[in-house]
């Protein structure tokens, strides 16, 4: 499954590769956001509307959401990693097997992602591998993790994979 939180344990070694950024859907949220209440205000200012008319009390409270909305969407939005050379965004993807470490491990370096589908565990127990990838494929490597009680701790190395591969992985949750 797709998840937005990158574990700092998987891009171990590609800090000068990344840079983290705002995206830019960030930034037309938040310009839409300011623009109905830019424009709620406008109506407020310019149309005779009587205060304690329905509309009025529309208009002021659609110009306080906006307002709101805006500005969590610029403060609360995080950064994220992007691919210095490329301009990519780094996708990261994390699934759950009811299998060992080797067997993700030799699946995945025999190419049998039919059988690693198969072995996916929809709850968070077992083994968890973690893909990080770019859509041209330019970064894809992932990393396993294991259970132990209360957290998940890593059981390899990050261990870096062919575009095709990784993108074979990050289809096993569709």
Known sequence: M???NIPSTL?????????YQYSRRMFVNAAMFFAMTLISVLALVF????????????LGLA???GVIIGATT???TKKQPVVS?????????SYHFDATQSVVND?????????LKSLINKHDAGVRLDLITTADGSIAQYRIYKYVPFEYQPVSEVI???????????SLGK
């Open 160 to 170: 870096k994979v062919d575009a095709k591969a990784a993108q074979a992985i990050a």
């Open 47 to 58: 149309f005779d509307i009587d205060q304690k008319s329905p509309l009025y009390f529309v």
């Open 11 to 19: 891009i171990e070694g590609l800090e000068s590769q990344i840079r």
């Open 63 to 65: 110009a306080v959401i």
């Open 107 to 115: 699946d995945i370096s025999a190419c049998r992602f039919d059988r």
């Open 74 to 76: 610029l403060i609360f």
């Open 2 to 4: 797709k998840t937005q």
């Open 85 to 93: 050379a490329t301009h990519q965004p780094l996708q990261c993807y």
